[in-house]
C-alpha cells in the first residue's frame, strides 16, 4: 500500500515562507502524478498545486507565490510556499494519482492516495 507522509507545517506571520514534503513509501511514484490540496475550517477542499512530469499546475490564489518540485530519486514531493497570507491557512494534504490530465489534475476524485495532512496557520 502507498503511503505518504506530509511534513513541514508549522505556525508563521503573514509574508513568511514555509516548505512541505511529502514523502511516499510502498511504491515509487516517479511517474504519477502528485498534488497538494488544502482544506481551511467550513471550506471545501481545494486545489493548491500539482506537478505531473515536469509539468507544473497551480490555483490562481497561489501562482507566483507557491512552487511545487519533486525529486523521483527521494521519492518526495515538495511545496515551497512564500509570501503566505492569512488565507493560506489550512490543513495541506499531499496526493497521487495513477493517471490524470491536465484537465483532471485539479480534480480531487481523480487522485487515488492521499497523506493524512499537515497544519499551516499564517498569522496577520
Known amino acids: 500500500q502507498v503511503q505518504l507522509i506530509e511534513s513541514g507545517g508549522g505556525s508563521v506571520q503573514a509574508g513568511g515562507s514555509l516548505r512541505l514534503s511529502c514523502a511516499a513509501s510502498?511504491?515509487?511514484?516517479?511517474?504519477?502524478?502528485m498534488g497538494w490540496f488544502r482544506q481551511a475550517p467550513g471550506k471545501k477542499r481545494e486545489f493548491v498545486a500539482a506537478?505531473?512530469?515536469?509539468?507544473?499546475y497551480y490555483a490562481d490564489s497561489v501562482k507566483g507565490r507557491f512552487t511545487i518540485s519533486r525529486d523521483d530519486a527521494k521519492n518526495t514531493m515538495y511545496l515551497q510556499m512564500n509570501s503566505l497570507e492569512p488565507e493560506d491557512s489550512a490543513v495541506y494534504y499531499c496526493?497521487?494519482?495513477?493517471?490524470?490530465?491536465?484537465?483532471?489534475?485539479?480534480?480531487?476524485?481523480?487522485?487515488?492516495?492521499w497523506g493524512q495532512g499537515t497544519q499551516v496557520t499564517v498569522s496577520s
Open positions: 510502498g511504491r515509487t511514484l516517479s511517474t504519477y502524478t
Open positions: 506537478i505531473r512530469w515536469s509539468a507544473q
Open positions: 496526493a497521487a494519482a495513477a493517471r490524470t490530465t491536465a484537465y483532471s489534475i485539479r480534480s480531487e476524485n481523480k487522485y487515488d492516495y
